[in-house]
């Protein structure tokens, strides 16, 4: 009988343990709120501020306003006077919370988190049938949230640390080599690239209709759509032929990532090159038991594994497949010698090339 065998000193560890991550999931909805309402961004402009004057200037009820400021400060992402009465948000909160376009934005974490609550029951009978959740009946947070929340990761990494560590593709696209992002989601790696490389010809294919539309706005607002050709196509359905492929944090959520791959093997010019970038991962699952692994291992059931099952073939490698696996569906594709090109304490990227 398990209760005769409780060490009350591992209990209490694990208790504290689901304690610190309650919390951690209790602020959930207090986050969406928040920027849902504008409240950072109001907050960071006028900080510091009693809750009286923050609650007049958001235009919300005095008493939801402080209980709201209360558990951020709870939370440690506000900051109070000694009598609890004046709050602000230092530059870093400000940055990580308030502004759309800072490089350190994380709330958009917050999205994929209450996409992800809403999409309980659906994910649930899937456990029960082994069947898929099409990407598409995913609460609209989790399309918006991925975008906000990979934004600042490519921001930082992209041009500056991914792609010049890949040999040639840097040259390729200066010289108006062609460009293809596959599963470009909102396309917010490929308007870096368009801005980037204005001779490139670039292209972003995704099998979500809505991301595709999304996509060509972001891109009109930036001034870059004549750069840049957008279609709702699968990854075993696009048309062209090209010098680089790109798939951003997407292989893993296809159904037949091999197809995938062959495909764009198929759709690359001689020489050309193939760029994942992936969670990084390691090949042995307990090495990922970690806060890291712990987000996208519980993202990937949510989200990846469903999608995977929906479509064909359905392999579901998962988020964190690692990079064994991840070279293997490429060399069975046909690419030689795929490789890691850099890596952090999030993200890899790994190079392949045609033969
Ligand atoms: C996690 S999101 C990443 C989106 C984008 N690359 C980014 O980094 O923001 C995965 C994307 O893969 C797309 N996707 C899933 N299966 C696909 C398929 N078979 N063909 C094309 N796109 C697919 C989804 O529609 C979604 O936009």
Not at 18 to 41: C, S, T, Y
Not at 67 to 84: I, M, P, R, T
Not at 257 to 276: D, F, T
Request: aromatic letters at 10%; one cysteine or more; a negative charge.
């Amino acid at each position: 009988m398990y209760l005769s065998k409780l060490d009350p000193e591992k209990l209490k560890k694990q208790q504290w343990q689901i304690m610190q991550n309650v919390a951690a999931a209790a602020i959930v909805p207090i986050m969406r709120i928040g920027d849902e309402l504008g409240l950072f961004k109001i907050l960071a402009n006028n900080g510091p501020c009693t809750d009286k004057k923050f609650s007049e200037l958001a235009k919300i009820d005095h008493r939801y306003a402080r209980e709201w400021l209360l558990a951020l400060c709870a939370a440690g992402y506000c900051n109070s006077d000694e009598e609890v009465e004046v709050f602000h948000l230092s530059p870093e909160q400000q940055a990580v919370f308030a502004y759309e376009d800072s490089p350190a934005l994380m709330i958009g974490a917050y999205d994929v988190l209450s996409g992800n609550v809403h999409n309980i029951e659906a994910v649930r009978d899937a456990f029960k049938s082994g069947k898929g959740v099409e990407y598409h009946k995913a609460h609209p947070c989790c399309f918006q949230g991925t975008a906000r929340f990979f934004k600042p990761s490519y921001a930082a990494n992209l041009l500056k640390k991914w792609l010049p560590k890949v040999s040639g593709v840097v040259e390729k696209l200066q010289e108006g080599g062609s460009y293809a992002d596959i599963g470009c989601g909102f396309g917010i790696s490929t308007l870096m690239i368009a801005e980037a490389f204005p001779d490139a010809k670039v292209y972003g294919f995704d099998i979500h209709e809505p991301s595709i539309e999304k996509a060509i706005s972001l891109s009109e607002e930036s001034g870059l759509s004549n750069r840049i050709n957008y279609q709702a196509a699968d990854a075993k359905s696009y048309n062209g032929y090209f010098d680089v492929i790109a798939f951003f944090d997407c292989l893993h959520d296809m159904g037949d990532p091999e197809g995938a791959a062959r495909y764009a093997y198929e759709h690359l010019n001689e020489g050309g090159v193939i760029v994942l970038v992936e969670p990084t991962a390691s090949d042995n699952p307990r090495e990922n038991f970690h806060t890291i692994g712990q987000m996208y291992y519980s993202f990937s059931t949510m989200g990846c594994i469903p999608t995977s099952k929906s479509q064909e073939v359905g392999l579901a490698i998962g988020a964190q497949a690692g990079p064994k696996k991840l070279s293997e569906i490429l060399a069975n594709a046909g690419f030689s010698e795929p490789q890691i090109a850099h890596k952090n304490a999030s993200n890899m990227v790994i190079e392949a090339r045609k033969k």
